[in-house]
């Protein structure tokens, strides 16, 4: 199964897929086609010599500093070092994976500047099962999930740590073993990957996901317990889902096929 990203279509049952079943992930071709377009136009006004926030210039107070061509790369370098800064227990595999789906879906819809290698990197993690390692304190979310989102890109570039096959290693070290390259940023790129809120919204889809495991798990347990008691079914008659659970038992239908 394929999972097309555009930055606009993402269901909860793909997100499932991708982690869950480790649906391979792909960027649809009108996606492409904006993100070529956007960073076209970043290219475009650098040429230009037009000064813009975060490309050119530096962040928050230094809002009014100028940064010459020749430094542009190092300054989104160095912003992700700057707030790589999170600390506490690591956030699960299954956080760190819906991170990067979240954030290359977001990246699919053209806004953001970044060139097609850099959202396909994001794509290569998930598709090859490299899982950067994020501390899970260090962030409010609503202005941005900065700190985590800069430990996730540092492995982008060969730096940080990140699991592989189960394996916590180093960035450049999992990186190899995946058989991928590190990216060299270019303007605004370190920016547009680190300015989301997708470890907040990656922590609300799977505890979503699994509270509804949880609710249909549970369900499961109070159906089969009735039935091993032989409870009376007319004692549940207003609560629909558990009495067709128990009707569909006595049926002789599979009772763990809604789990």
């Not at 598709?127 to 409010?140: A, D, E, M």
């Not at 941005?144 to 960035?171: N, Q, R």
Request: charged share 20%.
């Amino acid at each position: 199964m394929t999972i097309y990203l555009d930055g606009n279509h993402l269901s909860f049952e793909q997100i499932v897929d991708v982690l869950e079943n480790g649906a391979d992930v792909q960027i649809s071709a009108a996606a492409w086609h904006n993100v070529e377009t956007s960073r076209q136009t970043v290219e475009r006004h650098i040429e230009e010599g037009h000064v813009i926030y975060g490309v050119n210039t530096g962040f928050g107070k230094f809002s009014d500093q100028l940064i010459s061509k020749s430094d542009i790369e190092t300054l989104q370098v160095n912003l992700l070092r700057s707030h790589a800064c999170a600390v506490g227990e690591p956030f699960s595999e299954k956080v760190s994976r819906a991170m990067i789906l979240l954030r290359a879906n977001a990246l699919a819809k053209g806004f953001s500047g970044v060139r097609k290698e850099t959202l396909q990197a994001l794509v290569d993690f998930l598709n090859h099962g490299v899982h950067p390692v994020i501390p899970s304190q260090g962030s409010l979310g609503a202005s941005g999930d900065l700190a985590p989102l800069a430990h996730l890109t540092l492995v982008l570039i060969g730096e940080g740590e990140a699991y592989f096959k189960g394996e916590k290693l180093s960035g450049k070290e999992a990186l190899e073993k995946a058989g991928l390259r590190p990216l060299v940023l270019k303007a605004k790129e370190g920016l547009a990957l680190i300015n989301g809120t997708q470890a907040m919204t990656a922590m609300g889809c799977v505890a979503y996901l699994e509270a509804h495991q949880l609710e249909r798990t549970a369900l499961g347990i109070a159906a089969l317990t009735l039935e091993a008691l032989q409870g009376v079914e007319e004692a549940f008659c207003r609560n629909r889902i558990l009495f067709g659970l128990i009707r569909n038992s006595r049926k002789q239908r599979p009772v763990f096929c809604f789990i």
